[in-house]
């Protein structure tokens, strides 16, 4: 194996960082970036149902106040619910979301049914596509972050974005080209603490 290949894609892996300050507001992401790094999406394992996802990018201003309303407004309330207290990364973001150069939702055609084993299956038909996604446009210098809260107001947002009934809204990435970002490996558990072996709490194979 090619050990400087090896280096850079673990290095791409392992800085996927969630990017909410630090991004030029000024500067759209190119039509050709996004289509790039949703070619390599679409590579993405899937399952049954096949090619099932579908991705909506946002760029018009007044769609994008309206989203960045929503998103603050439920990460406020979802704030106060649990007696959090937002990052400020999270509040730079909640700032200036509107201004965001673009924001890419997934949708996957179909909906999931209420079993754990349908859900699994659902969504891991179309999650790793948009994991995907993020890793292609970090790899193009685009910062975004994984964002899920405005699944809990999807009526609002296919109401807003003309999506029809039967399709499932799952993340958005806020995208927008990097400007400085020090990302690097964040400090985490190492695999022997998080790995066991042939059994539950088995640390040795």
Not at 48 to 71: C, M
Not at 141 to 170: C, D, H, N, Y
């Amino acid at each position: 194996m090619d050990q400087e290949f090896l280096e850079q894609v673990d290095h791409i892996l392992s800085t996927a960082r969630s990017v909410r300050r630090r991004l030029d507001f000024s500067r759209e992401v190119s039509r050709e970036d996004l289509e790039a790094c949703i070619n390599i999406a679409v590579q993405a394992p899937t399952g049954i149902a096949g090619e099932s996802w579908r991705f909506l990018v946002v760029t018009d201003p007044g769609l994008k106040l309206q989203i960045a309303e929503i998103y603050n407004d439920q990460l406020r309330n979802l704030s106060l619910d649990r007696g959090l207290t937002l990052k400020s990364s999270h509040e730079s973001l909640m700032a200036r979301l509107h201004e965001i150069p673009c924001m890419v939702l997934v949708f996957y055609l179909g909906e999931p049914d209420e079993s754990v084993a349908g859900q699994v299956a659902f969504f891991g038909s179309v999650l790793p596509a948009a994991w995907s996604l993020m890793l292609a446009m970090r790899a193009r210098g685009i910062g975004t972050t994984w964002t899920s809260l405005l699944t809990a107001r999807s009526a609002e947002i296919a109401e807003l974005l003309g999506v029809p009934e039967g399709v499932t809204q799952t993340v958005m990435l806020p995208a927008g080209y990097c400007l400085n970002a020090n990302l690097k490996p964040a400090a985490r558990l190492n695999a022997s603490e998080v790995t066991y072996w042939n059994g539950w709490g088995r640390t040795e194979p």
